[in-house]
């Protein structure tokens, strides 16, 4: 008896609109707890922006460091370890999320007060520890639950927004697999016509 082969279908996406309202409403909470000397949705907000823009897995944000960040240049870089299949890569970044992730470390040193070395985990769950990739997913759900929308919404939903619009963007099959880690392009061009064609421009400001 064969197993019926992969597919991602369109449902399996997060829309343009459902990635604005995520990353509006962790900005908006953000900005709060920032104000009212919190953490979490500070953390919370990256973590989304990283899964919607980045297209990375719950387990490759839990172990990314400060040191993976290379925002110098015209071209902001992030190494990706520990990634599908033990593999590092190289993810290329728009500036929304280069930015992003420079105010973050920002707010780290200068309003925590904290002494940041390449080898600090970027987002230090409890004790300075990695978040499990349960922990990820839940935090993410709890976004999702704050900005209403429909269940299921997923991290890996996320990481399929990302995925299709890149391929629909580039039409470069190799360059979408080595931003998304695939060992092989089979898994990369289950993405091929996958994206909507309307509000491309809004993905454009979303992603880059």
Known sequence: MTSEPYQITQDKLLTPEEVEALLLTCKRLAKSDLAHG?????????????????????S???????GDFQGAGPRPLLM?????????????????????????????????????????????GRG??????AALCFSFRKAAEAARLAWPCSLRKARHFY??????????????QTQLGHANQSMTILYRDLAPLTNHRLT?????
């Open 60 to 66: 490759e944000i839990a172990w990314l460091r400060v």
């Open 204 to 208: 454009q400001e979303l992603i880059w």
């Open 80 to 124: 990706v370890r520990r990634a599908g299949g033990r593999r590092h890569r190289v993810v290329h970044l728009g500036p929304r999320l280069a930015e992003h992730i420079q105010d973050y470390l920002r707010v780290r040193e200068i309003t925590w007060g904290e002494q940041l070395s390449p080898q600090e985990l970027l987002l230090p």
């Open 38 to 58: 919190r953490k979490v949705w500070l953390t919370r907000y990256l973590m989304v922006h990283l899964a919607c823009a980045g297209g990375l897995r719950a």
């Open 163 to 176: 995925s299709a619009f890149l391929l629909a963007k580039t039409d470069d099959l190799r360059y979408v």
């Open 128 to 133: 300075g520890r990695p978040y499990s990739t």
